[in-house]
């Protein structure tokens, strides 16, 4: 009865993930209809575990496991997301483990099987609900003004060895298929060093290099529409007004790119300045948003732009139209670890200087 001892480790296996994923849904998510779905899954892998003739734990044999170490040497997690997701995989390879033994052994695979379907639906559900925790303090832009230079790429990813934590493909004048071998290469070097890649407008060209996201303008589709077709990646909405902002982050952006802040040259179609304080104004209505200050920010007035309520902010010109474009990175990411710092005293700066 040896197969036995499989479905007893796996039983085992199943429960403990699925435990680990579930309290996300009960105590971080408050989800009340997760909650319902787990319990359901509980139900079928004790009426799975009862459809076999003989209690698959009579047959424990931990001490004699000869993989018993492995569990110990699995890989350091390095965020809520990886916890989940390592979980899921464990709950999912034991579920048909026990579907194909139970076959064997005369148990009901029929109840494993719909429960793997249902967690690999309650994985889904559950990577869509959780916040991404990605980095958008220093956000490079690409423009077609620098993308001309040969050297681009390299100086890029310079940058991103300085420091640089989100880059945006943004070009406006290329071919498509220019853009698709642009794209491709940055694709190439933001996995390389771990960074998201974020693709200006073109929903087809992000999925095309399987990018991390989309940034959306006013004018270009709706965040629904985009939603659909771009799952649990990225979507990033452009707003220059407060209104434009509620309502983005309302329907779920998962930052808003909010400018220009100040007059920018880089932008030819920019809406007019819109100030400090329309950063402070969504900052205190949304204290969770993601913000990023974007147009003419520089290293003069990053300093203010985060006093002002940014999570961070994203630059074309400050970086790429500079002499030395990785020490420019170097000096805003100084500014960014003074942020505790800029904190101390007055939260939000909330007065409407001129820039
Ligand atoms: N969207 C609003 S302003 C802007 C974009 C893409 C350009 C920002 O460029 P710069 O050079 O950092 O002002």
Known sequence: MELLRIVDANLNRAREGLRVVEEIGRFYLNDR??????????????????SFETAPYLFRQSEIDVGA??????SERKNLNEVITANFKRVEESLRVLEEY?????????????????????????MLKMPKSIDYSLYLVTDDVYLKDPSIFSVIEQCIMSGVTVLQYRAKEKTSREMLREAERLREMTKKHGIPLIINERMDLALAVDADGVHMGQDDLTY???????????????SSTYKQAKEAIENGADYIGHGPI??????????????????????????????????????????????????????VSAVLGSVDPSGAVKRFKDILEGREKIYEGERYDTTNKSP
């Open 69 to 74: 170490e492995s569990d110990y040497l699995e």
């Open 33 to 50: 209809e997760l909650y319902l779905k787990f319990k359901q899954l509980r139900h079928l892998l004790k009426d799975g575990e009862k």
């Open 224 to 238: 629904e529409k985009a939603k659909r077709y771009l799952g649990d990646r990225i979507i990033g909405i452009s």
């Open 262 to 315: 100040f007059p920018t040259p880089t932008k030819k179609d920019a809406h007019p300045a819109c100030g400090m304080k329309s950063i402070a104004d969504i900052r205190i209505e949304f204290p969770d948003a993601k913000i990023i200050a974007i147009g003419g920010i520089n290293l003069e007035n990053s300093e203010r732009v985060i006093k002002a309520g940014a999570d961070g902010f994203a630059v």
């Open 102 to 126: 139970s076959k064997l052994l005369r148990g009901k695979s029929e109840y494993f099987k719909q429960a793997r379907f249902i967690t690999y639906e309650l994985e889904k559900v559950i």
